[in-house]
Nanobody, 125 residues
């Protein structure tokens, strides 16, 4: 019900745009978040958007470089990633929560009801 796409190989300093398309669920739903997980690392919450209000949250490691947005008509959330660094290399997942998550709750993976499959992002020269 969530389909993530847009990953790939990019050089440091480059850009990618990830897409998370929802089907079978009402997109005016609650909150959509991008998580990422690098090999041997714990899953990290990257950015969240409330699909109705557009309120956004970002991890400190990506703030100023990544931008999350949504197109409710297309049931899609995007993650524009600029100035990519090798440490951004990970599998990126999108997840949907029924509730409007807030600054203290958007990072908690157990708050999410649906998860998409991952898309690999590799930043390397």
């Amino acid at each position: 019900q969530l389909q993530a796409s847009g990953g790939g190989l990019v050089q440091p300093g480059g850009s990618l745009r990830l897409s998370c398309a929802a089907s079978g669920i009402t997109f005016d739903y609650g909150s959509i978040t991008w998580f990422r997980q690098a090999p041997g690392e714990e899953r990290e919450a990257v950015s969240c958007i409330r699909t109705r209000s557009g309120v956004t949250y970002y991890a400190g490691s990506v703030k100023g470089r990544f931008t999350i947005s949504r197109d409710n008509a297309k049931n899609t959330v995007y993650l524009q990633m600029n100035s990519l660094k090798p440490e951004d290399t990970a599998v990126y997942y999108c997840a949907a929560a029924r509730s409007n998550l807030i600054s203290s709750s958007w990072r908690i993976s157990t708050n999410y009801d649906y998860w998409g499959q991952g898309t690999q992002v590799t930043v390397s020269s």
